[in-house]
């Protein structure tokens, strides 16, 4: 049982990193001409906000399936 949870973890936390990035990105992105610009506590905010959101759709879904086909490992992101 510690093992899935320990998994569900590494999992969720790699989700929501990326996810937060891509935040990053689409916040720095839409209305930034130089790195002056860049609004950096409304940039924090938007990205601590979005790895909570994701944090929480991984509790009501897992965020990886795995399964074995033809004694290959495939993992498989769902994204719902």
Request: charged share 15%; aromatic share 8%; glycine share 6%.
């Given at each position: 049982?510690?093992?899935?949870?320990?998994?569900?973890?590494?999992?969720?936390?790699?989700?929501?990193?990326?996810?937060?990035?891509?935040?990053?990105?689409?916040?720095?992105?839409?209305?930034?001409?130089?790195?002056?610009?860049?609004?950096?506590?409304?940039?924090?905010?938007?990205?601590?906000?979005?790895?909570?959101?994701?944090?929480?759709?991984?509790?009501?879904?897992?965020?990886?399936?795995?399964k074995?086909?033809?004694?290959?490992?495939?993992?498989?992101?769902?994204?719902?």
């Amino acid at each position: 049982m510690k093992t899935k949870i320990l998994k569900w973890v590494k999992a969720a936390g790699i989700r929501a990193v990326k996810t937060m990035a891509e935040t990053a990105l689409a916040v720095i992105g839409t209305n930034t001409i130089g790195i002056t610009d860049v609004d950096w506590l409304g940039l924090l905010s938007a990205c601590a906000l979005s790895g909570v959101v994701t944090i929480l759709f991984n509790i009501k879904r897992p965020p990886i399936r795995i399964k074995i086909v033809n004694s290959f490992i495939l993992f498989f992101i769902i994204l719902y």
